[in-house]
């Protein structure tokens, strides 16, 4: 799995999100802007002595990234789509995309890809989930879908 953040702002959230990738065997990739410095305390602490076992990799704009990975499958995870993250069968190599704290993925990153945007179901009325639960939620359920290969 491929784990993507766009332009995350909290550290600690990457952090955790970097120790479920840890885990998981997922990959990170980071899209700037970042909200803070890779070097960040926070961030460090909140991934505790994982960072070495995750693969990070940085990309200067979610262009780039699919320029990258043209034969990429990207799907977008946000309030705003219709289907739920359950409706898919994930493979390996698929790209989890998630937005940042405060807004979410970008209208121009969600446009043309609705049948990708995917949602978490939760109670009407509420903003949305953490971040770092999100991604724990949905890679889970990828692992799941497939054995959980390679875990004990």
């Known amino acids: 799995m491929r784990v993507v953040l766009v332009e995350p702002e909290i550290p600690a959230n990457t ?3 970097a120790r479920t990738c840890a885990v998981t ?3 990170l990739h980071l899209v700037r802007p970042l909200g803070f410095s890779i070097d960040d305390r926070h ?3 909140a991934g505790l002595d994982y960072w070495h076992l995750v693969k990070v990799y940085l ?5 780039s990234l699919l320029e990258d990975y043209p034969e990429g499958r990207f799907f977008y995870f946000s309030t705003r789509g219709r289907r739920l ?3 898919f069968r994930y493979r390996q190599d698929d790209f989890l995309v998630f937005g940042k704290e405060t807004a979410g993925l970008p209208d121009h990153i969600l446009e043309g890809n609705e049948e990708y945007t995917l949602r978490i ?3 009407p009325g509420l903003r949305s989930i953490n971040l770092s639960n999100s ?3 949905v890679v889970f359920e990828a692992l799941r879908q497939r054995g959980f290969p390679g875990m004990a």
């Open 135 to 137: 991604v724990a939620v």
């Open 25 to 27: 065997g997922a990959e």
């Open 121 to 123: 179901p939760m109670l």
């Open 59 to 63: 990309h200067d704009s979610f262009r």
């Open 43 to 45: 961030l460090k602490r």
């Open 85 to 87: 993250y359950t409706e």
């Open 15 to 17: 952090g955790n999100i």
